[in-house]
């Protein structure tokens, strides 16, 4: 019997390598751009914009190849017990919440940064003033907090019932290792915030961009190899027999009986053998 989580697994551990190589190709694009001169010319921006296409193109495979893998663990749920069921349930759920956190703070980002935009005075440019203010990027690295969160207990849920011991401490040390880059990040974002109005080109800024594509990287890269790991224990588990499916219980769970003329099981409620036809009053 082909298993329909060993299936998701084996998507998810693909996606995952998709993200680590679309994490080295944009920190690589990210430094082909010479951000020294402090040109925004459009061929320079159209240049930039195209640069940018192939991760678009790998983060949509991945996307979409995660997803699909996605759905085979939501239908192979009931594949390793009621424990995994429902810890899929609950993965399932964070889900949803993880969605409507990440739509809020699209809300927010696009209402502060509409405010910003709609107040400029005219002559005044982004690089003459903070993009935004500390209260706002707070308020953005408290949201974006919530949302890495949530989003890695997702894969907590999704594989904590199909692991061993190793995978268990692989799979804590994805999460806490997520939460703790992503962290760093956003507080360094917060505290320099001021550091991009000081104009492109600058020094400042160039040691701003360098520091934050580099936390970029390490976000993308040291959480996803725990990451892969903790996908790829239970996918071997299940290909190696330790791990064997739960068969799928009959369709019909009401008693049966024998039938009197051909012996074989037959509703207990019945009045006529489906197989061989005889009335069951015929031998009362």
């Not at 298993?3 to 680590?20: A, D, F, H, R, W």
């Amino acid at each position: 019997m082909e298993s329909k989580t060993k299936t998701g697994l084996l998507l998810l551990m693909i996606y995952v390598l998709i993200s680590l190589v679309s994490g080295i190709v944009a920190y690589s694009l990210f430094y082909s751009v010479d951000l020294t001169t402090g040109e925004t010319t459009g061929a320079s921006i159209l240049a930039s914009l195209v640069s940018v296409i192939p991760i678009l193109i790998l983060a949509f495979v991945g996307g979409l190849i995660g997803f699909i893998g996605a759905i085979f663990m939501l239908l192979g749920r009931k594949e390793f017990g009621e424990k995994h069921q429902k810890f899929i349930f609950y993965a399932l759920l964070v889900f949803v919440v993880a969605i409507v956190v990440m739509i809020i703070t699209t809300i927010v980002v696009a209402f502060f940064t509409y405010s910003y935009v709609s107040n400029l005075i005219p002559g005044d440019s982004i690089n003459d003033t903070n993009f935004m203010s500390s209260t706002v990027l707070i308020i953005i690295v408290i949201i974006g907090l919530i949302s890495v969160i949530l989003s890695n207990l997702i894969w907590v849920f999704g594989l904590y019932q199909l692991e061993n011991n190793t995978g268990r401490i692989c799979l804590v040390l994805y999460y806490i290792l997520s939460i703790a880059v992503s962290l760093i990040l956003y507080v360094y974002i917060a505290l320099s915030g001021s550091v991009p109005s000081t104009g492109i080109g600058s020094s400042s800024y160039s040691q701003w961009v360098g520091m934050t594509g580099f936390i970029s990287l390490l976000a993308s890269i040291l959480p996803n190899i725990f990451l892969f790991v903790s996908i790829y224990i239970p996918y071997q588990r299940i290909s190696s027999g330790e791990l064997v499916p739960i068969p799928p219980m009959e369709s019909s769970a009401a008693p049966s009986r024998m039938c009197p003329n051909c012996g074989r099981s037959i509703p207990f409620d019945a009045t006529t053998c489906p197989y061989c036809g005889k009335r069951f009053e015929d031998f009362l």
